[in-house]
């Protein structure tokens, strides 16, 4: 990717990244997702190789396989966030889905007292590999979890999904392997005020980003019509 590529999705010139990372706020703008951004999520996952789509849902998964996972997100349960590109598409999105199970992996029965449970799942397209994104996007969604009182955040995949891996390692996540599958897990810290406030400012830092963005392509059309 080149460097002009990547200034496009970097943070806004207003707030350089050594000061966003002196601040714990995200150094590249993440935008959360809801119901409005289906049909950009659909693109952009159908937009994964085949083996692309096997690493990121640790098997196979057709066309209309992608549709069916994408119509079973639940927004008001679950958790999604995106680092959108130049062209206005996404160039990684990272799902925070609720999990009813142990920290042993066994369901958690009904009346059950078990921690409140997440699982973290990523995708990236190729051209947007190398440049730290899938890190920055689990801790986004970490941050989430956390302010949402979740204690228990897990990451199954393939044992041969090296960048995950690596990614859980960051994160300083227990792994475990078996299978040729690793499940990794973490336990999250309570929230604290300062969690909510550093997400607070990323929600909106990522929300003015996304409309400036999305003028200055608006002006550049008006621009190349004259």
Known sequence: MSNESYEWFDIPAGLGRSMASLLGLSKIPIVELDDSHRPLILAHLLALSPEDRRLRFSHSLSDSGIAKYLDGIDFSTDS????????????????????????????????????????????LLAQARGHGLGTLLFQRALKRARNEGVELLFIHTLLE??????????????????????????????????????????????????????????????????
Not at 103 to 118: I, M, Q, S
Not at 167 to 195: D, R
Not at 214 to 220: E, G
Request: proline share 5%.
């Open 80 to 123: 999604m966030f995106g680092i959108f590109g130049r062209e206005s598409e996404l160039l990684g999105v990272v799902h925070l889905g609720v999990l009813n199970q142990k920290p042993d992996g066994t369901p958690c029965e009904e009346g059950e007292d078990c921690p409140k449970a997440a699982e973290l799942g990523i995708s």
């Open 161 to 226: 999904n090296q960048p995950m891996r690596r990614i859980a390692q960051k994160l300083n996540m227990q792994i475990s392997n078996a299978g040729g599958e690793t499940e990794a897990y973490l336990q999250v810290n309570p929230a604290s005020t300062t969690s909510k406030i550093r997400e607070y400012l990323d929600e909106h830092l990522a929300d003015f980003d996304l409309m400036f963005k999305a003028q200055l392509n608006q002006f550049k059309r008006w621009a190349d019509e004259l």
